[in-house]
């Protein structure tokens, strides 16, 4: 699992409860460092922050999908931006989750596993509708 | 030695010799008449003598002037017919003269006279004529009767001759003198009429010159705007008259459906004229009102002449003349006087009106010229006939290229702009909408309204691109501060919850960890709802500075020290101070402000950036510099970012957020202590932010 947020108590949150639900976890506190830690290591899901310094969170998924290795990274939006606008972009963006914060860490973990079912099971697409469908994740 | 027969023709000579010296004289009518009826009959040794001549329109016989008659006698043949069988009328008809020797010769002859002056003995009537036409006769009459022998005859031939060339020449010289007498009073109109567009006044004017000339009374009325009847001047020459005319006027109303008088002539076009106003018209104009009729008769009208005034085909008004105590009847030629009159009158009133209505367009136009609003109006094709100078400047296409042409191919753009606005009637409550345009390379942002006034349709336009960013700033910023209250929220509720977990064994490092991020959000959010706070008390003008003497060094130090605190590793801190003088200042905002920049500049450094704080004095001035080696601003922002919730396109900051107050605050705050802030920046090579505070003196 790849956590990539600048903000280090978000990625303190996720880190211990991610864990806590058995899963491993890498962390990036900024954009280029996590595109260079999903193409080398290939996580299972990318949690995705949007407003970052240098290259934001946009930039990040818009260049995992442009790349053959990296395109089928699930990745789940975990950012402050609520509005209707950004939940679109985000599914134009490949987006299988949509996390507006203040968010429950607790809950992240089953969260997160729930997609990787979902994607096992070839429900991808009804994932990134979701995003603009179901506004409450 | 002369014989009874010479002398008698010599003294019929002299006699004829001394009228014609005094018809020489004689220079009016009057007194040509004067001396034909007194030296012409003494001359022609008769008792009584008259004058008559054909009437304008040739049908009558007007008596002018007789001497030796009866006046009771003579009371009904003031006027009478041409084709009378009396000698008068005979004459003129035929040309001839005629000599009766005595009464009853007369009474043989005209049978209609047999009842009339017995006492009567010879008459001679002769003609009046000029170059063969004959205008009149002239009546003697004898106290004897008398056998005209022809040198008698031929006598008062001579002496009919000699008074016909007089009367003509002096009623030539008369007429002229009237002519130049309505010319003279037609140029001093005119003149009156082109001295002011102001009409009420001029034709005012025109009615006063009017007495005693031209009426004894003279009044001019108007149609109003809704087609009432203004009276706008009586004239007579007695003011107290005048106040009573209108005292009248005020107690008698003009009847707009009246079958005579002004209301008739507006209604008509066509002009009215009472040689002799009919005593039946007057009676059913007064009806049983006993009182009015005592005006009337104290009025004693005689005659009247009502003419309009109309200009363009349209009556404008009425000029009414009267001839009451002292003017003669109206005639022929005062009727056309007063129709050339009221034809000036009428022109002089249009031209003003026009120029006021001109004027009034031109005053609008003007008006327009000043107004900050687009105002596009145009024909009911869609021809642009006026263009104002804002919409000009909004469509950034001149007047010059706009008025008279299609305004779909002035702004191409236009159908697109318009389609959306709803057209109001006149006076109706308009609804603008705002509309993007697109105008070459730049978009505005403009607010349409239109009223369809049926000849066309009038549009105003109002640029609001800066409004519609203040706007767009203000959403913008509502999302920036939900985002910048979200996060340490997140982070606030995300320690709480994970805190409490019970399934999960936390190391005392996880712990301590969260509990910190707890206290250290918790101020995040504090500050940044502070911030909010801060902005809006500096709005309301209601920030107290607390002015204290100021060790900057000390304040410098303080805030690098506590920056180097949250700072990443990867950023460098530096502190520089080269000569700091003390100043006054508010020390709290100034941290305040400093920390503020600090941070900033810590937020937009890249990994391995340095960020420098230098304190130096320079010039009766004291400077504090925040350096930054990150990503730079574009010069065209230096100054936007002091705005309030202004914030760089994130495309520039790279995502990095902010509630866009900060730099307003800083700057309002700095400026509030007499200083100043400003940047220095070059994209990609960082930025420097200046405090300039004044030394204490």
Redesign the interface.
């Known amino acids: 699992m790849l956590v990539v947020d600048d903000?280090r108590?978000?990625r303190?949150?996720c880190r211990?409860?991610l864990i806590?639900s058995g899963m491993d976890v890498l962390e990036a506190?900024n954009?280029r460092e996590g595109l260079e830690l999903a193409r080398r290591e290939r996580p299972d899901l990318v949690l995705l922050d949007?407003?970052?310094?240098?290259?934001?969170?946009w930039t990040v998924a818009r260049e995992l999908a442009a790349d053959e290795e990296t395109r089928e990274i699930p990745i789940v939006f975990l950012t402050?931006?609520?509005?209707p606008a950004d939940r679109r972009l985000g599914e134009q963006l490949g987006g299988v989750g949509y996390v507006?914060?203040?968010?429950?860490?607790?809950t992240i973990g089953e969260f997160v596993e729930n997609v990787l079912v979902r994607i096992e099971r070839g429900e991808r697409e009804q994932l990134k509708r979701g995003i603009t469908s179901d506004p409450e994740r | 030695m002369s014989t009874p027969e010479s002398s008698e023709a010599a003294d019929r000579a002299r006699r004829l010799q001394r009228v014609a010296e005094l018809l020489a004289e004689a220079v009016t009518p009057q007194e040509v008449l004067d001396s034909i009826l007194t030296e012409g009959v003494r001359a022609a040794e008769a008792r009584a003598g008259a004058i008559g001549v054909l009437s304008a329109d040739g049908a009558s016989v007007e008596l002018l002037a007789q001497r030796g008659y009866d006046t009771s006698a003579m009371a009904g043949w003031t006027m009478f017919p041409l084709e009378a069988d009396v000698p008068m009328s005979e004459v003129i008809r035929t040309g001839e003269p005629v000599f009766l020797a005595s009464v009853q010769e007369r009474n043989e002859r005209y049978p209609a006279l047999a009842d009339q002056g017995q006492e009567s003995n010879a008459l001679v009537v002769v003609p009046l004529a000029v170059e063969g036409r004959v205008f009149g006769a002239m009546s003697l009459s004898f106290d004897r009767d008398v056998f005209f022998e022809p040198e008698r005859r031929e006598m008062k031939l001579t002496l009919a001759r000699q008074a016909a060339q007089a009367l003509a020449r002096s009623r030539l010289y008369a007429a002229e003198q009237d002519l130049r007498r309505r010319m003279t009073f037609l140029a001093e109109a005119s003149e009156v009429l082109a001295s002011s567009l102001d009409y009420n006044f001029t034709l005012t004017q025109v009615a006063q010159l009017s007495v005693p000339g031209l009426a004894d009374w003279c009044a001019i009325d108007m149609v109003g705007p809704t087609g009432e009847i203004e009276r706008l001047a009586v004239a007579h020459e007695d003011p107290e008259k005048v106040r009573w005319a209108y005292e009248l006027q005020d107690r008698y109303p003009p009847d707009p459906d009246a079958p005579t008088g002004v209301p008739q002539v507006l209604r008509t076009g066509e002009p009215e004229f009472f040689p002799e106003l009919p005593q039946e018209l007057l009676d059913e104009a007064i009806g049983d009102d006993e009182e009015l009729r005592r005006i009337v008769d104290e009025l004693g009208l005689k005659s009247t002449i009502c003419v309009p005034l109309i200009a363009r085909g349209r009556t404008l008004g009425a000029l009414t003349l009267i001839a009451a105590e002292t003017h003669p009847p109206y005639t022929q030629a005062d009727l056309e006087q007063a129709l050339e009159l009221a034809r000036r009158a009428a022109v002089a009133v249009d031209n003003a009106r026009l120029y006021r209505e001109a004027e009034r367009g031109a005053d609008a136009a003007r008006a327009l010229g000043y107004v900050g609003d687009g105002v596009v109006l145009l024909d009911i094709a869609g021809h642009v006939l006026h263009w104002n100078p804002a919409a000009a400047s909004i469509t950034n296409v001149s007047e010059e290229d706009a008025v008279g042409r299609l305004v779909s191919e002035v702004v191409p753009a236009w159908d697109a702009l318009t389609s959306h606005v709803p057209l109001v009637p006149p006076g109706g409550a308009a609804s603008p909408v705002t509309v993007p345009i697109v105008l070459g390379d730049r978009e505005r942002w403009v607010s349409v309204s239109g009223v369809d006034f049926g000849d066309g349709t009038v549009y105003a336009l109002q640029d609001v691109t800066e409004e519609h960013a203040l706007e767009k700033t203000r959403a913008d910023f509502v999302a920036t501060a939900s985002h910048e209250l979200r996060t340490p929220l997140a982070a606030v509720y995300g320690a709480v919850r994970t805190l409490r977990r019970d399934d999960v064994e936390l190391s005392e490092a996880d712990r301590s960890q969260f509990l910190e991020m707890i206290e250290s959000e918790a101020t995040r959010l504090a500050k940044i709802v502070d911030q909010i706070l801060l902005a809006g008390q500096l709005d309301a003008d209601a920030v107290e500075l607390d002015v204290t003497e100021c060790d900057l060094e000390q304040v410098a130090a303080g805030v690098i020290e506590s920056a180097a605190v949250h700072v990443p590793e990867s950023i460098s801190l530096g502190l520089s101070v080269d000569g700091a003088a003390p100043i006054r200042c508010d020390e709290n905002k100034l941290r305040q402000v400093l920390v503020n920049l600090v941070d900033n500049a810590v937020k937009y450094s890249p990994e391995g950036g340095r960020v420098e704080l230098r304190v130096r004095s320079v010039n009766g001035s004291c400077q504090i510099e925040v350096a930054d080696e990150g990503l730079g601003i574009p010069p065209d922002e230096h100054e936007r970012i002091f705005e309030k919730f202004y914030r760089l396109d994130p495309q520039q900051t790279q995502g990095v957020g902010g509630s866009g107050l900060g730099l307003y605050i800083c700057r309002e705050l700095v400026e509030r202590m007499n200083g100043r802030l400003h940047v220095e920046s070059e994209p990609g090579k960082g930025s420097r932010f200046t405090v300039e505070l004044p030394l204490r003196r």
């Open positions: 903000e108590s978000i303190l949150l211990v409860n806590a506190s954009g949007v407003m970052m310094p240098e290259v934001d969170g402050a931006r609520a509005d507006v914060k203040p968010f429950d860490p607790v």
